[in-house]
T-cell receptor, first 116, second 113 residues
Framework: DARVTQTPRHKVTEMGQEVTMRCQPILGHNTVFWYRQTMMQGLELLAYFRNRAPLDDSGMPKDRFSAEMPDATLATLKIQPSEPRDSAVYFCASGLSQGAFNEKLFFGSGTQLSVL | QKEVEQNSGPLSVPEGAIASLNCTYSDRVSQSFFWYRQYSGKSPELIMSIYSNGDKEDGRFTAQLNKASQYVSLLIRDSQPSDSATYLC?????????????FGGGTRVLVKP
C-alpha cells in the first residue's frame, strides 16, 4: 500500500536547536508539498517541488527555514534556529502533476513539533 | 480576502440527515478542486475531486462546482457519526511560479446520533 512516509512523528526540542524533518514521497509522484498546520492558521503552504525543482517557497520564513529535495525519494524541511512559534504539525504531501495542473495530494502522517 | 474560504462551523447534523458544506475561492482561473476529510489528530485524506461545472457523486458524497460564482460545495447524504471530522476545501491556485494547492480553514462537522 503506497504511502507518504514522514519522520520523525514527534519532536520536542529547545529553542535555538536545529530541527530536520524528512519525507519519502510515493514512488512515481513528481510533486512534493510541505504544509504547516496550527489551530489558528489552518494548513499553510510552506514550499513545494515539481520534479525535484523548488517552485514556490514564498510561504516559508527564509531566514530560518529551508527545504530541499536531494533526490526523488527524499524531501527535507529544516528549521535553524527553531523558535517556540514554530510549534505545529508539519505535513508532507506528494502527488502526480500532469501539464499545468496539480493532481490529488496524498499526505503523510505529519511531524508534531514542539519547541520549548 | 483569503484565497479559499470556508465557514469554520461546527456544523451540527442529526444522524441520517444531509450535511451541506460550502467553499468560495478567489482565483477565477482555478481548474481543480478537492475535498479532504481530516479526523482529529490525523492527516487529511482526499474524498472528492471535481474539475467541471455541475455535480459529481461518489457514494454518499456529492461535490458541486460553479466556476462562474467561484463556489464549490460538498453534500454528505445519510450522515453517520463516523462522518464527524473537519472537511477541508482545496483549490489549485494559478501562480506565475507554479500552481499551488491552497486549503481553506476547514469546516468542522458533528454528526449526532
Amino acid at each position: 500500500d503506497a504511502r507518504v512516509t514522514q519522520t520523525p512523528r514527534h519532536k520536542v526540542t529547545e529553542m535555538g536547536q536545529e530541527v530536520t524533518m524528512r519525507c519519502q514521497p510515493i514512488l512515481g509522484h513528481n510533486t512534493v508539498f510541505w504544509y504547516r498546520q496550527t489551530m489558528m492558521q489552518g494548513l499553510e503552504l510552506l514550499a513545494y517541488f515539481r520534479n525535484r525543482a523548488p517552485l514556490d517557497d514564498s510561504g516559508m520564513p527564509k531566514d530560518r527555514f529551508s527545504a530541499e529535495m536531494p533526490d526523488a525519494t527524499l524531501a527535507t524541511l529544516k528549521i535553524q534556529p527553531s523558535e517556540p512559534r514554530d510549534s505545529a504539525v508539519y505535513f508532507c504531501a506528494s502527488g502526480l502533476s500532469q501539464g499545468a495542473f496539480n493532481e490529488k495530494l496524498f499526505f503523510g502522517s505529519g511531524t508534531q513539533l514542539s519547541v520549548l | 480576502q483569503k484565497e479559499v474560504e470556508q465557514n469554520s462551523g461546527p456544523l451540527s447534523v442529526p444522524e441520517g440527515a444531509i450535511a451541506s458544506l460550502n467553499c468560495t475561492y478567489s482565483d477565477r482561473v482555478s481548474q481543480s478542486f478537492f475535498w479532504y476529510r481530516q479526523y482529529s489528530g490525523k492527516s487529511p485524506e482526499l474524498i472528492m475531486s471535481i474539475y467541471s461545472n455541475g455535480d459529481k457523486e461518489d457514494g454518499r458524497f456529492t461535490a458541486q462546482l460553479n466556476k462562474a460564482s467561484q463556489y464549490v460545495s460538498l453534500l454528505i447524504r445519510d450522515s453517520q457519526p463516523s462522518d464527524s471530522a473537519t472537511y477541508l476545501c482545496a483549490v489549485n491556485i494559478i501562480k506565475a511560479a507554479g500552481n499551488k494547492l491552497t486549503f481553506g480553514g476547514g469546516t468542522r462537522v458533528l454528526v449526532k446520533p
